[in-house]
């Protein structure tokens, strides 16, 4: 373990004094037994027993990609520990066992159901039968199979560039391999999926660095590390097993590096019910350093941590020689760009970064894993590559206990991309080399679109059918305005889901809009597989959905239904794909890395994908060395009152807007409308730093008005809080209403963490 004692001390404090992490109300640390109280009611209320059977079920968990559960049972990692389910597990599988939505209700005019909140369209309870919004009417009535299968049918049969399909990493690995088969016999490339809106720059990066786009950090490896850099993530919300792993590396020694704008109280202290005695009701620190940089500027705090290092002549050039291509020129930048003009950019200063450095350099295995606030910026995928570089300059790839880790989303997202879901220029050419032996002909080159340009197309009047399958693709998207404009420029809408929510009641299609009630994970008739962001692959075991007399289909059972009466029995017989296990050997023999999943109905092994996890500094890259990139540095200028057409002189302020989560919602599906963690009440609130509200004039929990630059949400509650001055926090999807898509060209993701917009007393 590495050993902090002799570090240089600061010439300056280092650690700015940790502002309030929020308003006077909120809690001082995460986690606790808030808890552990959200836990006994559930689970102790009329829905537990039925609770208590899903989690301990044999599947992974529903909710995040950390991917606890699976054929080992609910509650095991993939080390075989013994763990507990968090209640983000609890909150997701409340969700999926409400009673069915009742009939009167979902056929109440859609003008009616358009009221809702993305809470109230959740709490409508499960789809229990298929439904259809036809032209020329006002509600959603009900529709047998043979009618859907006939308008899917012919909806397929528009030339290829004009039908696509949309998913979400909910779905298993066996539905997400039919789908872009489908898809792909139909010679369409539209493979639209909700990474593309989240961590596709980790992906379009590591995989040029790496040959690999996945984490190469396995959790034994991480359990190893002596230090962690957590850049851009919400884990104690997100990812709440993640902070187990952070308490126990600090526990023997280790320090964790939050780069992070908001101060956010569970990553400075959080206290874990799976450490009853030791963190509970004390709570553990969490991070031993936390640079509270100016939302965007993660380049900036990189390079300056590079150029720390070299100037404290701690990069690993033999490694870099031997390991690595492009690393002069990564050098050759740090050293060129001064430090005035790296502390101005990050807000961070030269000592803190000086620290972060030393830490780095002083420890023995570092693991930099990141989320959204990484990912979700116009120079995402250069927020990836200079994290990699610091990893790479450091020596801290290929080798246990070490290396990137970006801390996936949805339970099977990861899964998605694995299966071949993804756009043209994104599909590992083993995959397009099998397929195009199991067609008997070459794949079709068009590009495809992905999620973003998918919507401008549908706006551009270019699509006439699209397959949902799960997600909320309307309100994910940035211009709600847009994205609803686009839904109604597409003919056929089909939708697979479980629950109701925004998207079935304004992402309606031209003609027709079909949603269709599918069993979620738990519940399937047949087995599936799921795979984890640590590249993890789970079995889930068949189960029983508790909703009386309801009319559901698998996921795949539908998709092998519409592939067959669309294209018979070619290149597959699509009805023997009923039974899953065809499907698996068929993966195994498509996706690289995935042969074992061939015999898992015989072993019930579960495996780690080969060719992912870096224990040696050997890479999938044809040279087998690691490739460096220069990152240039972002330009982080908001635009003016006047560019806003704000008179200048209304008080106002001009903030760089971060949108994510709160902590009770899964992505657009709001659980409970506040976040007491960071002291917002309800879903109207901006949280903004006292400085920004002294400036221009505010008070706090004044009413006020946010705009950007496609609307403006009024009577907005300001909340004072942890957030770095000059940026400010909302939630999505409501925010999503106010501000159009900037966005990384390379990965396509928008720019949801830095959206600028002006601040205004009505
Ligand atoms: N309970 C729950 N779990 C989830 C989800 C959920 O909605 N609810 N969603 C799942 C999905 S799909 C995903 S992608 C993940 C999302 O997990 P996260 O990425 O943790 O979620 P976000 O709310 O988007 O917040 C990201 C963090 O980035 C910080 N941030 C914002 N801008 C910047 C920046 O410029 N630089 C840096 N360094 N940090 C910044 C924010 O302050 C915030 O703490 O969680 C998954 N798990
Ligand atoms: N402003 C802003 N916007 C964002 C983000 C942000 O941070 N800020 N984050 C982005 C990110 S990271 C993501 S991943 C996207 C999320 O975008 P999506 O993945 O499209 O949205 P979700 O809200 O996760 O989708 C929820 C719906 O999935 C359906 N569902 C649940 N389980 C299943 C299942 O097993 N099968 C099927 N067929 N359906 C199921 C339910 O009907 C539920 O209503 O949002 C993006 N949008
Ligand atoms: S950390 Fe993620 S996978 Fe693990 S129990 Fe919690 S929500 Fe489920
Ligand atoms: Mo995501």
Redesign the pocket.
């Known amino acids: 373990m590495a050993d902090f004692t002799d570090a240089k001390p600061p010439s300056q404090p280092i650690q700015p004094p940790l502002p309030d992490a929020a308003g006077a109300e909120a809690p001082q640390m995460g986690g606790g037994l808030s808890v552990i109280q959200y836990w006994a009611e559930h689970t102790l209320s009329p829905e537990g027993p039925k609770l208590w059977q899903t989690l301990l079920h044999k599947s992974a968990c529903l ?3 950390w991917g606890t559960g699976g054929q080992k049972g609910g509650f095991t990692n993939e080390t075989g520990e013994k763990v507990q389910r968090c209640m ?1 597990s609890v ?1 997701a599988i409340s969700a999926e066992i409400q009673p069915a939505a009742p009939p009167q209700v979902l056929a109440q005019p859609i003008a009616e159901l358009q009221q809702l909140t993305s809470l109230e369209a959740d709490r409508l309870g499960r789809l229990s039968f298929p439904m259809i919004l036809r032209a020329g009417s006002d509600h959603y009535e009900r529709i047998g199979w043979d009618e859907i299968y006939q308008i899917a049918e012919t909806a397929l049969r528009q030339p290829p560039e004009r039908i696509a399909s949309y998913s979400s990493g909910r779905s298993s690995n066996e539905a997400a391999f039919l789908l872009q088969l489908l898809m792909r016999t139909l010679d369409s490339n539209n493979l639209a999926d ?1 990474s593309d809106l ?2 596709s720059p980790s992906t379009v990066g590591l995989k040029q660095m790496f040959g690999s786009g996945t984490s190469m950090v396995s959790l034994e490896n991480l359990q190893q590390a002596d230090c962690v850099v957590l ?5 104690p ?3 709440p097993r993640l902070m187990n792993e952070l308490i126990k590396l600090r526990d023997r020694g280790g320090k964790v590096i939050v ?4 101060i ?1 109280v569970g990553l400075v202290k959080f206290a874990s019910p799976a450490f009853p005695l030791t963190s509970l009701l004390t709570g553990s620190e969490i991070a031993s350093l936390y640079l509270q ?1 100016i ?4 380049v900036a705090v990189f390079v300056g941590i590079q150029k720390a290092l070299i100037e404290a002549g701690q990069i690993q050039i033999d490694y870099l020689q031997q390991h690595t291509q492009g690393w002069q020129a990564v050098v050759d930048q740090a050293k060129a760009t001064d430090w005035e003009t790296i502390t101005t950019i990050c807000g961070i200063s030269q000592p803190e970064i000086e620290l972060a450095a030393q830490m780095i350099a002083r420890s023995q295995t570092v693991v930099f894993a990141w ?4 990912t ?2 116009d120079n995402g995928v250069d927020n990836v590559f200079s994290i990699a570089n610091t990893a790479l300059l450091t020596g801290n790839a290929g080798k246990p206990g070490a290396g990137t880790m970006p ?1 996936r ?2 339970s099977n ?1 990861q899964g998605f991309g694995s299966m071949g879901v993804v756009v043209t220029d994104r599909l590992k050419q083993e995959i397009q080399q099998s397929l195009e032996q199991l067609l008997g002909r070459s794949l079709s080159r068009v590009p495809g679109y992905d999620t973003r340009r998918l919507i401008e197309a549908a706006d551009a009047g270019q699509i006439d059918t699209l397959i949902c399958l799960g997600g909320n693709l309307y309100a994910a998207n940035p211009d709600l305005t847009q994205a609803k404009r686009a839904f109604s420029q597409i003919d056929t809408v089909i939708y697979l889901a479980t629950k109701p929510n925004l998207g079935h009641f304004h992402g309606l299609g031209r003609q027709n809009t079909i949603v269709i009630p599918v069993f979620n994970r738990f519940e399937n008739p047949h087995k599936t597989t799921t795979e984890s962001g640590n590249n993890y692959v789970r079995l889930n075991d068949e189960g029983q959905t508790h909703l009386k007399d309801a009319d559901l289909v698998s996921e795949v059972e539908f998709l092998c239904e519409l592939a067959h009466r669309s294209l018979g029995d070619y290149p597959i017989q699509w009805r023997q794909m009923l039974e899953t296990r065809y499907i698996r050997q068929l993966i195994a023999q498509t996706i690289p890395g995935y042969e074992a999943i061939g015999t898992i109905d015989d072993t019930l092994e579960e495996f780690t994908i080969g060719g992912r996890i870096f224990d040696q500094p050997q890479f999938s890259t044809p040279s087998g060395q690691a490739q460096m990139f220069v990152t240039p540095l972002p330009n982080l200028q908001l635009p003016t009152s006047e560019q806003f057409g704000i008179p200048a002189q209304l008080p106002h302020r001009i903030l760089s807007l ?1 949108t ?2 709160s902590y009770s ?3 657009t599906v709001v659980y409970k409308p506040d976040d007491r963690y960071r002291g917002m009440p309800h879903r109207n609130c901006i949280l903004m730093n006292a400085v920004d509200i002294q400036l221009a004039g505010f008070t706090a929990h004044q009413r006020v008005t946010v705009q950007g630059d496609a609307g403006k949400l009024e009577n907005v509650e300001i909340i004072p809080g942890g957030v770095r001055p000059g940026s400010a ?1 909302m939630f999505y999807p409501e925010v999503n209403l106010i501000f159009k898509a900037r966005m990384d060209e390379r990965s396509g993701t928008p720019a949801y ?2 959206v600028p917009v002006v601040v205004y007393a009505a």
């Open positions: 909710s995040c990609a983000k909150e909700c989240c961590h850049i851009g993530s919400n884990a919300a997100n990812h780069i992070n704008p908001v956010e940089l939302p965007g500027s993660d989320a959204m606030g990484v979700q910026h801390i989303g949805h997202v971060m994510g989560r919602q899964h992505n926090l963490k830095r």
